[in-house]
Every structure is written in C-alpha cells, then in structure tokens.
C-alpha cells in the first residue's frame, strides 16, 4: 500500500516553501495563507484566513480580476493563460504594492471549487529591468544627439569645404605655373579625402539610429557599375591598373533598388582594391540566377590582384573602425569605416557582404543581394546587338592582359565578329603581316616591351589607315593617344574600363567609314544562276513600293512573287516554299509581327524562310524589336540598292549555313572558344557548364508551359538562347526562338512540340559537347 502523507507532513511541506502560496473557496475567501505568504504580505495567516481575497488586491485592479477569475473557474478558453506564469500586482499589509509572478491552478472535489496560488516577488528584477529601460533610452538619446550633431556640423563643415574644391578646380583651369598647380592639386585631393570622412561618419551615425532610408525605384544594372568604375578610373589609372568588369549571361537589365547605395558599395569595394592593388588589376564581375520569373539572386564580385588579407583577419575589417593592422591605417590611410558601412547597406538592402582572400594573391567581396527585376530584359542584349556593319568583320585585339582580352573577344563574338587576339606586340606584328587580313585592331596603351602608340606605328608600315583602322584603348589622364589620333595614328580611341556600347558605337564608326573610304557602295554579286534559283516572296501593302521593289529585284537578276498583307502571304506559301521573305512591318488584316510569329511556328529547321524586315520608321530600337520577333534582318525605307543586294546575298549565304547547321554544333564557334581560352579551358568550362545547366533550364521551360506563365516562359528560353548562341548549338536554335516568341505573345498553341524538339536537339547537342569533353558528363 503507497504511503500517503496526513494533514500536519502537508501543512509542514506548505509552510517551508519559499513562495508564498494560497487557496481561496469558490467564493474568493483565503482558506490557506503559508508562512511564505505571510512574509510577503506582512499578514498572520489568523488575520485573513476567512477573508476576502481583494485583501490582497489593489483596489484598481479588483474588479478586472474578479472577471478573470470567474471564467477561469469556469474553464473559459480564454482565461486559460491563468494556468500559466504571469505577472500580476498585490499590496501588502502597510499599503505598499508589488509586482508578484503568480501560478494559479484550479482543483476541487463534491462540487467544490478551490484555487491556489503560488506567487513570488519580482519587486528587485522590475526594478533592474526599470534601470536597464532608462538606460537603453538615455543611450538612444544620446546616440540621436550625437547623430545630430554630427549631421550638423557635417553641413557646417562642408559648405566651406565645397568651396574650397569648386574654387581650386576653377583655379586648376586658369594660368598658373607648374608649382602653384602642384599646390592647388594637393588643396583639393585633401579637401576630396576630408568631405569622404565627413560623409562616411554621417552615414554611420545614420546607421546607428537607424535613420538611413532607402528608395526603391528601376536601377540599370550596367550602368549604376560603369558610374561606380567611372569615379575610379583615374586613381586605377595613376597605378597602371587595369580596369573592367564583366556581366555573365542571365544578369537582369534592370532591378527595383536604391541606385545610389548600390553605387556607394561599388565604389567602396573598388577604391579599397586600387587602394591595396600596387600591380595587376581589379575586376567586377555581375551574375545572377534566377529564382523565379521576376527575381534573381545578384552577385557583384569585385576582385583584385592586391596584398590580400589573412584569414584571422578578414571579419575584423568589417568592424567600426578597424584595418587589418594598426600600420595598414599608417600605410594606407583611411577611417575603417567604409566596410563596415557597405555590409551595413548590403544588410539593410536585404543582402551581405563577404570577403575570400589569400595573402599575397589578392581579395574578392562578394556583395549578394535578392532583386525583383523591372522587366524580363537581360543585361546582356545590349552585348547581342548585331549590325550590319561589325557583323562577319575579323577584328585583332592586342592586350598584354588575359582578362581583357577574354572580355573584348568575347563582346565581339557576340556581335557577330570574328578574330583573334595577341598577347604583345610581337605577335600582333606577325599576325598582321602573316595572318588572314584585318577589318580592324583594337590595341592596349599599356603594355611591356612596345606600348600601344610604338605597336601602331609598326602596324602601319604594313597596312595602311583605309585598310586597317587601329581602336587604342588607354587609362583615363593619359594624353598621348589623343596627339596620336590627332596625327591620324588611331581612327578611335577609349577610356579604360570599357563600356560595351562606347566599344560598339566606335567600331560601327570605324568601319562605316573604312567601308566608305575603301570603295563606294555598289550591289554585291550573286551568281546569276543563283539569283534565278532563289524564290523570293515580298508582302507589301503599297502598290507603289511593290512596284518598286519588283524592279530592283529585277535588276539585281531576283524574281519575286508579289502578296499585300499577311494574310495572302500565308495563303501563297501553302502552294509554294519561299527561302526569303521581304516583308513591309505595318500591313493591314496581319501585319509583320503576327506574320513572322505564325512562319516561325509553322517552318523549322532548314525549311524555314529567311525574313527581311522593312520599316520606313528607322526608330531607335526598331532593329531590335524586329530581331527579337524573330526576323533575320532589317532594312530601312527608302531602299538603296546595294543595302538591298548586300541583305540578299546575307541571306543566301544564311540559307546555306542553315542547311550545314543540321549538323549540331557550329565547329566555327567551337575554334573560336578554344582560341579565346588560351590557358584558361575556357572550352571546357562552357561545356561542363551548358550539360549542367541546360535540363534545369528544360524543367523551368515545362513547367512555365503547363501552367502557362508567358513571362517565364519567355525570360527562361531567352536566357538558355544566350548559352545556345555562346556555345553554337545549332540544332538547338529554332526550338527555342519558338518557344521564347510564344511566351512573349502569350501562345502556348504548339509549346509541348517545341518543348519536345527542344529536349530531342539538347539530347544529340550533349552527346556532340560530350566527345569534345568526356570530363563534363
């Protein structure tokens, strides 16, 4: 039989009890009072067994516990927080009240309800916790003081200090001799470093109170990084290190963020990597993966050959002023705060800031961050845009630095370009003298041995200006190129870091004119039994241009069958097989657009027609939205005629080449990779990373099908376009066109067939990768 204790062992138990504990009768009357709550109280046990509860209750708080009570004991749901620890207030014997931590619980037996309380005073830890409260507001005040009075004074400092820099600029452009120019330089530098000081401490104690507020608007990514290289051009350039930056395919154009903040991160990260880079150079590099149809993981990595940092160190230096050592600030300069403010930014952005580096070898942060993009185009459509007039051209770059020379052939590849690229001077020499010709030579300034100026002048007792105009690329401040293009030396030249479109614009200016200097424009030749054999189809609306049209085909020895709008061109092609398409963009009933969504649809492979767009708008841009329709090329009205021809023999030469691109891989851009890695295995690193890639990408593509996401369905095949275009998957190509134009007008009529195409030319695309690299399965 279990031992059980009697009423004296319980009664003993309860007195000795720390707490004070106490039941009360259905009634609210203290039938237990223990020695504990004695203490507390400062009642006997006999003076208020029998009384009222609300003895011990604060008269402001009787009524409300009254209520709670009531529907504890009545099992209310929500009075059920009873049974657990809470905190509640009492008053004592002489009139003081407490803070007191209660459990009470509900027991009883033949009808009879009893609670019990066991409560502890908690009159020492509100106190604390009081004083911590006050001191936690009286720090906050004084951090807000502080703030304000450093935002304050920043104004005061600084519009003195903007005076001081607008003024000795104004000076530096008057004429003062050399020693007044070296002193006024040395007055603004200084002012330059104390207003980023001012700056840097303003944003901290921003931070601190957590008043740094950030916009949120569309940000063009290429450009918020070539503004951010641009303010650290120069200092790159004073330390002859070379600059660029690189945005991998798949980057988004735009994102919804702060542009300024982003922009201070960059430069933050740039000018301490110039700052502790003395030889090589310093690159940032953009990638993104995408994690649904509108948002994207972003990685701006800014990585430079400099000291590098030891591991032990590498967390310290994003702490409020600190370095790495007490003589990098002797050596270097700086506050230590510029870290500590861009991982700061990068968290309040939503992201992070990391650092990898090994002494001696050099440092890469990593600033991540998660954005929404503004509209499904990428970063890398400016670097697609094919002309006319860079288009098939072979082009040299000379550059003593493989990163640039990767960066520079690759934009060309994607401009449609050929060539090669030369480590030095001697080699583009003997390329130039030895080699296939040149339609034009991109040449660094920069280089060892023969410098940019020397290797053109050397390049020029071989070819001459008409035939081989030279680009020079050099480091902001440095004058000589411009004498030297003065001279007629250079046909252009560019400011390192180079801006993809500044390069673009140049090169279609360098060889518009080589092209119009070398001979006049005339038709460019078919074999006249070629011509003959080409079926042509022009859908034109006006009667007048048809006729037009009619005649120069006819010059040019084409003949063509003639339809007026869409509609007829789809009946005319049920009867006949045209291989090119001249087509008017603005038609009645159908016009071009629908037209070439359907042809495209409805042709594939080798069997699809060549579709020249015509347009008398020539807007910016309208090249572009032709292309990205799906049409091969664009002509604009009025039509000369040896645009016309030139388009014509394009096309016949395109027709071939898709007849040859059944073959699955374009051998061509094959050569071309391995001729751009070098060292690098640049080959080998595309195609591991296209058989990693790609049936990812072919599940996004399914599943944006089947549940008919148009925009993911054309941002996910315009980005796996990129990756078939970059490794010249031929048989890859049409299916994926086709299924990009379908989401952009929202079609999913025959998207499972394409889908299928698709997975068919990537299955034969792999096996053909995989005997060029076995290492990639």
């Not at 859908?539 to 084409?558: A, C, M, S, W």
């Not at 072919?698 to 970059?726: G, M, R, V």
């Amino acid at each position: 039989m279990p031992y059980s204790l009697n009423p004296d062992q319980l009664s003993n138990i309860i007195d000795i009890a720390e707490h004070a504990i106490l039941c009360t009768d259905e009634s609210q009357h203290i039938i237990l009072f223990n020695r504990g709550a004695e203490r507390m109280f400062g009642w006997a046990a006999s003076e208020v067994v029998g009384k009222s509860l609300e003895l011990l209750i604060p008269p402001r708080y009787r009524s409300g516990h009254a209520a709670r009570v009531s529907a504890f004991r009545h099992g209310d749901t929500a009075a059920r927080r009873m049974g657990e620890r809470s905190t509640i207030y009492a008053v004592r014997k002489d009139g003081t009240e407490f803070p007191a931590e209660a459990t009470i619980s509900k027991s009883g037996e033949a009808g009879q309800v009893i609670l019990t309380a066991i409560l502890q005073d908690i009159s020492e830890r509100k106190a604390y916790e009081q004083e911590l409260e006050q001191a936690k507001e009286t720090a906050e005040a004084a951090v807000r003081a502080k703030s304000m009075f450093l935002a304050n004074m920043s104004h005061e400092i600084r519009t003195p200090l903007n005076a001081v820099i607008g003024m000795t600029s104004l000076l530096l452009h008057t004429r003062i001799d050399e020693e007044q120019r070296d002193y006024t330089e040395t007055i603004r530098s200084s002012s330059e470093a104390l207003l980023a000081v001012i700056n840097d401490l303003l944003d901290y104690s921003k931070m601190e109170v957590g008043r740094l507020d950030l916009e949120r608007h569309p940000v063009e990514i290429r450009r918020c990084v070539e503004d951010a290289l641009d303010l650290v051009a120069s200092s790159a350039g004073d330390k002859h290190l070379d600059l660029a930056y690189i945005i991998e395919p798949g980057v988004p154009a735009t994102m919804l963020s702060d542009a300024a903040r982003l922009r201070q991160i960059l430069v933050n990260l740039l000018s301490n990597a110039i700052k502790f880079t003395h030889h090589g150079e310093v690159v940032v590099t953009i990638s993104a993966e995408s994690r649904d149809a509108n948002t994207y993981s972003l990685d701006f990595a800014v990585r430079d050959t400099g000291i590098g940092i030891p591991e032990h160190s590498q967390e310290n230096i994003f702490r409020s002023f600190t370095q790495v050592d007490p003589s990098t600030t002797r050596r270097y300069g700086g506050t230590g705060l510029g870290l500590t403010i861009s991982r700061r930014l990068a968290e309040i952005m939503g992201g992070s800031l990391t650092v990898h580096s090994e002494v001696g070898k050099g440092s890469t942060f990593t600033l991540s961050l998660l954005a929404e993009a503004n509209d499904d185009q990428l970063a890398e459509d400016v670097l697609r845009d094919r002309s006319a007039t860079v288009e098939g051209k072979r082009i040299l770059i000379v550059d003593d630095n493989t990163t640039n020379r990767r960066i520079l052939m690759r934009q060309a590849l994607l401009w449609g370009m050929e060539g090669l690229s030369a480590a030095s001077a001697a080699e583009a020499i003997d390329l130039v003298r030895h080699g296939a010709p040149f339609d034009v030579a991109v040449l660094d300034m920069q280089m060892p041995d023969m410098d940019g100026v020397r290797l053109a002048a050397e390049l020029r007792k071989i070819r001459d200006r008409a035939t081989l105009p030279l680009v020079l690329l050099t480091s902001v401040g440095h004058r000589q190129a411009g004498s030297s293009l003065d001279g007629g030396m250079f046909a252009a030249w560019l400011n390192k870091p180079i801006k993809p479109r500044a390069l673009l614009d140049a090169l279609r200016q360098v060889l518009s004119k080589r092209d119009a200097t070398a001979a006049p424009p005339r038709p460019a030749a078919v074999a006249p039994g070629l011509a003959a054999a080409v079926d042509i189809l022009v859908v034109e609306d006006n009667t007048i241009n048809q006729k037009v049209l009619r005649q120069l085909l006819r010059h040019l020895g084409y003949q063509a069958d003639v339809v007026a709008n869409g509609v007829e061109a789809m009946t005319a092609l049920e009867g006949r097989h045209y291989q090119i398409i001249l087509m008017d963009m603005q038609m009645p009933e159908m016009d071009g657009f629908e037209l070439t969504r359907r042809l495209r649809q409805r042709f594939k492979g080798s069997d699809s027609p060549y579709i020249i767009a015509m347009t008398a708008n020539a807007l910016p841009g309208d090249r572009e939205r032709c292309l990205d329709a799906g049409m091969d090329e664009y002509i604009a009205k009025p039509i000369e005629l040896h645009v016309l021809s030139s388009a014509l023999v394009a096309a016949i030469a395109r027709l071939a080449t898709r007849r040859r691109d059944d073959a699955v891989l374009s051998h061509a851009r094959i050569e071309q990779l391995r001729a751009i890695g070098e060292d690098l295995s640049l080959l080998d690193e595309v195609v591991a990373s296209f058989i990693a890639e790609v049936p990812q990408l072919l599940e996004k593509l399914a599943s944006a099908a089947t549940a008919q996401d148009a925009p993911l369905l054309a941002s996910t095949a315009h980005y796996l376009q990129s990756s078939i275009e970059f490794v010249g998957a031929n048989r890859m190509r049409l299916p994926c066109t086709n299924l990009e134009l379908m989401g952009k007008g929202e079609n999913f009529d025959d998207a499972a067939g394409q889908l299928q195409d698709l997975a068919l030319a990537y299955e034969d695309t792999r096996k053909a990768l995989l005997e060029l690299n076995p290492a990639a399965d």
